[in-house]
């Protein structure tokens, strides 16, 4: 077991395919990872929103995001949970298929974006996300 894995994430993704692999690449490379999965960012902020009034909250150490989603998108997600960011101690990875240069920039303008990987993600990339560094 590698213990410079952390131990729970979650994933912000309406794609079942991508969610599909994702927890497949989990299952084949034997991560010991807890995975909250939320089709879009309402969903997942509000989680977030009632976590974080708890004395206890669980919040996922790694966030893998999409741009692209139904009801609140990627870009409507960082924009409200920006002021949330400090007192979460996670790192947000958004993931995207987008090869539009100006949102990748966009989205490395983000301070408390930790990095934008592209779709489809392999294993390093699993792993280079859900590592403690």
């Known amino acids: 077991m590698n213990n410079n894995l952390i131990k729970n994430a979650c994933v912000i993704d309406d ?29 997942a902020f509000d989680y977030f929103q009632s976590e974080l ?11 893998l995001l999409d741009l692209n989603m139904p009801v609140m998108d990627g870009w409507e997600f960082l924009e ?5 960011m400090p007192a979460m101690n996670t790192k947000l990875n958004v993931v995207s298929s987008t090869i539009n240069p100006a949102e990748v ?6 301070d408390f974006v930790h990095s934008f990987m592209t779709k489809p ?13």
């Open 80 to 84: 409200v949970i920006e002021p949330y």
């Open 53 to 63: 009034k708890k004395d206890n909250p669980k919040v996922p150490e790694v966030i």
């Open 15 to 43: 794609d079942k395919l991508y969610v599909s692999l994702v927890q497949m690449l989990i299952t084949k490379n034997k991560i010991p990872v807890e995975l909250l999965i939320f089709e879009n960012g309402k969903l």
């Open 121 to 133: 993600i392999n294993k390093e990339a699993i792993l280079t996300a859900f590592s403690k560094e």
């Open 105 to 110: 920039k966009k989205v490395k303008k983000l």
